[in-house]
């Protein structure tokens, strides 16, 4: 060989080893996703996102592209990166990642199956939801400079292997009580943000209580315009205009999120008794009330405008909720008669039910008759949910001592209460919604419900310390079947979560018996 056709030979050589770089060895089974999902099977090697990946999407459908556009949003900022979705039936092509909408019959609801190779990734569901925790998992198996928006150095791997992954519950939410202190539109947002990325569907907003009315009635304006202006400890409170709160909901809908609205009465109605006078027995308006006591209002059960009253509020709100499911309240009525409160759940059930939603309450409203489609919250008394059954309905779990956001993880924690339960990490994560009580069966149950009621915290920083680190914990639990779900194994995906918490900016409560531990990037040799 002469020295001419050795330099062509060893330039192609090294351009030849420079193009096809050996994908770099990773184990998939060392995941910290969370919800852990059903099934996984790790393949040894990696699928690299370059420069050059390309987003396929297998139809020409507007939430397909919505869709795209999203898993190209989260990859472009951090990697500086400007790949684009295209659409084609094509199958699989090295360096792609196929977003695939599939009639497959192996394929369930909100279900989805990663196949990561190093050529390729395809992730396929039966519905666009499915496609959507499809990418909340690659976004977990990224390392967690991909939630930053500056751009960083990579490289962006993924382990390869397969995972077929669908929820063990329908209903996977989590309640936020707007009206002791009023969150402004884009901390809801945020919090709509921290439910889509562990696979959460539902966002209950509490929207009226004593101390504030949070939603234009525009039937009725002096709920928000005078019960709005306040909040627990006297600050200015607030509200959302109707405008406002559809935003809200769309932002929600597009991540797959319902949001389940609540007007909650009869009872905790005071901002709404301090509005209009006609609202009370003594046809005297009340005065706004600021402070944390419960149980002291009432609407006038025996009164004609009442029923019109409430008529007119869940017509319009019920205009403004693609959801099933409208939230009447119903809890600590302690100065309503029973015999007063149970036809006026009664009457309020059906007048949801006449503008085309069912009805969810707090576990007192079993008292009352159920309709066939009336949904139990059980939050304080188990003999309520079964007694709920007993009458035909489901129940969403939520018992304040396991599930409630609010309490307090130890007697030192800043915000929050303790009435329930202290709730540490472990004993918010360790139970089982169908093993928690006695008679409430898998069959009964839509799902499960953390709220957090907003007493202590004014806003969503606060309202983070009480949420993280618990509420991934709760989306496990409505996720994955209860036989995967162990503390130990838990808790080491928990800790692994740390660095990806840091850059996100949550103010997390680090509790000590989580093993925190900083992110390992994968495989930094590369960057040289
Ligand atoms: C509630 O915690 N009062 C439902």
Redesign the pocket.
């Known amino acids: 060989m002469n020295f001419k056709a050795l330099i062509i030979l060893a330039i192609s050589f090294l351009v030849f080893s420079c193009t096809t770089k050996e994908p770099v060895p990773m184990d998939l089974s060392e995941n910290h996703v969370i919800p852990r999902p059903v099934s996984l099977e790790a393949a040894g090697s990696s699928f690299e996102i370059t420069a050059k990946t390309k987003i396929i999407l297998n139809k020409n459908d507007s939430t397909l592209q919505w869709l795209g556009n999203y898993l190209t949003d989260m990859i472009n900022s951090p990697t500086g990166y400007k790949l684009k979705t295209m659409v084609t039936e094509d199958t699989p092509k090295k360096g792609y990642i196929h977003l695939v909408l599939s009639e497959s019959t192996d394929l369930v609801a909100e279900g989805y199956q990663l196949d990561i190779t190093p050529e390729s990734i395809t992730l396929k569901a039966k519905d666009h939801a499915g496609l959507f925790y499809g990418i909340q998992t690659l976004r977990q198996l990224l390392n967690s400079d991909i939630e930053l928006n500056e751009q960083q150095a990579g490289p962006w791997l993924i382990a390869s292997g397969t995972i077929e992954d669908y929820p063990e519950y329908g209903y996977r939410g989590a309640m936020l009580d707007v009206a002791r202190h009023f969150f402004e539109p884009e901390e809801v947002k945020l919090l709509i943000d921290y439910l889509a990325m562990f696979k959460m569907n539902r966002l209950h907003l509490h929207l009226s209580d004593d101390q504030g009315w949070r939603i234009e009635i525009k039937s009725w304006p002096r709920l928000t315009e005078h019960g709005g202006s306040t909040e627990v400890g006297g600050g200015p409170g607030g509200f959302y205009t109707q405008e406002t709160y559809a935003e809200i909901v769309k932002y929600a809908e597009e991540r797959f999120i319902t949001i389940v609205p609540e007007i909650d009465i009869p009872g905790h109605t005071n901002a709404a008794l301090a509005s209009y006078a006609e609202l009370n027995c003594n046809n005297k308006a009340t005065e706004l009330y600021t402070g944390t006591d419960v149980g002291f209002s009432t609407l006038c059960t025996d009164k004609e405008v009442t029923y019109k009253f409430i008529d007119d509020v869940f017509r319009e709100l019920a205009a403004l909720t693609p959801g099933e499911y409208i939230h009447i309240g119903g ?2 009525s302690h100065v309503t008669p029973l015999e007063d409160y149970i036809p006026f759940i009664n009457r309020a059930q059906k007048i949801v039910e006449s503008h085309g939603k069912k009805v969810i309450g ?1 576990d007192e409203i079993a008292h009352a008759d159920m309709l066939p489609n009336t949904v139990v919250q059980w ?1 304080a008394k188990a003999e309520n949910a079964r007694r709920g059954i007993e009458k035909g309905a489901k129940v969403l779990i939520s018992p ?1 001592h396991k599930a409630y956001l609010d309490m307090q993880y130890d007697s030192t924690t800043q915000f929050g209460l303790h009435w329930a339960a202290y709730i540490e990490v472990d004993s918010g994560y360790i139970w089982d919604p169908t093993t928690i009580a006695s008679g409430i069966d898998r069959d009964d149950i839509i799902g499960i419900e953390a709220p957090l ?1 907003s007493e202590t915290i004014a806003d969503i920083d606060e309202a983070e310390y009480l949420i993280f680190p618990r509420l991934p914990g709760y989306a496990e639990i409505a996720w994955t079947p209860s036989e995967l779900r162990e503390w130990d194994n838990y808790k080491n995906r928990l800790g692994k979560q740390q660095t990806r918490f840091n850059k996100m900016g949550i103010n997390y409560y680090e509790s000590e018996l989580v093993p925190w531990q900083p992110e390992k990037v994968e495989s930094t040799e590369l960057k040289n």
């Open positions: 809890d600590e707090w939050w304040a009621w």
